[in-house]
């Protein structure tokens, strides 16, 4: 089973930037891939960008050119640079991992990370 721990959420003005970390317990290169959701207040846990084994990346439209992610192979760690954040960007930030095993796949999460974009 894969743990995640996240950190690096807070507080920002709008406009400001953060950097999410996502460290896992286990060698990220074995994993098929890795990402960032959110989840706003009444709303649904939205995919923001993700990153596969071979380091093909893949965004939200809504933070496309704002938003990048990326990866330490060596820490086993997964960034999201956050950059020019709107408070819209308001959410619990979740890493995600899928790993694949037997054919089939599973998905792990980690416990979240709160995002506020003052206006």
């Known amino acids: 089973q894969v743990q995640l721990v996240e950190s690096g959420g807070g507080l920002v003005q709008a406009g400001g930037s953060l950097r999410l970390s996502c460290a896992a317990s286990?060698?990220?290169?074995?994993?098929?891939?890795m990402g960032w959701y959110r989840q706003a207040p009444g709303k649904e846990r939205d995919l923001v960008a993700t990153i596969t084994r071979a380091g093909s990346t893949n965004y939200a439209d809504s933070v496309k050119g704002r938003f990048t992610i990326s990866r330490d192979n060596v820490k086993n760690t997964v960034f999201l640079q956050m950059n020019s954040l709107k408070p819209e960007d308001t959410a619990v930030y979740y890493c995600?991992?899928?790993?694949?095993?037997?054919?089939?796949?599973?998905?792990?999460w980690g416990q979240g990370t709160q995002v506020t974009v003052s206006s």
């Open positions: 286990e060698s990220i290169l074995s994993l098929k891939a």
């Open positions: 995600n991992a899928i790993e694949v095993l037997l054919s089939y796949e599973y998905n792990y």
